[in-house]
């Protein structure tokens, strides 16, 4: 176990799992084993009853749009996240998020105020092209994505298209994106015509501060 710190760029080398550097200054860790198979199916029940997970309305080259997933978002107090033209206020945390952020910031060294809960029902929910480079998540945010249930793919590639990178994330599994990667990499969960089950996704981040506006996303 790492011991928390206050720094924003912890130590992810001593983690568990796969260390794989971003250029020029970033970083993934995957972790396959974060969580027993037993524990996660427990988790992904307990969050299936306790979240109110909803299909939202984003705002799409000009247009609204739903999203392609239904999502929540808890969190610390007054805390809001704002993307692609809509703002989520945060529900208080339920018991089985307060748990694994507890488990979370005992590892990484990075204490998080907020997480962005994803259902992706079948294989016809996705998460487009897009990096997590709002203002209020910092210069270089560290954000830890927690898998539960069907396994998806999760690509990442250079904003160049220089490079590109692809991961499955199963059930249990750690995913943590550190360092610059934000600022040269984007990521996403493609769909799939094969038949898959409902994941579950729980992406753990900090927020600093509520901004005023956002560039327009294409999630």
Known sequence: MVSISKSSDPDLKRLAGSYHPLPPGGCIVLDECFLPAAQADCLFKQLAGELDLAQRPIQMFGRQVLQPRLT???GDGEVAYRYSGQTM?????TKGLANIRRCLQKQIGVRFNSV???LYRDG???MGWHADDEPELGPNPTIASVSLGASRRFLI???DGSQ???YLLGNGS???MAGDCQHHWVHQVPRTARPVGPRINLTF???FSRPDRRRPGCR
């Open 89 to 93: 206020a945060a529900r208080a945390w």
């Open 205 to 207: 981040r900090r927020i």
């Open 116 to 118: 962005l809960c994803n």
């Open 157 to 159: 590639k250079s904003r």
């Open 174 to 176: 750690l995913l943590i």
């Open 164 to 166: 590109r990178l692809e």
């Open 124 to 126: 016809q929910d996705s």
């Open 72 to 74: 929540a978002f808890h």
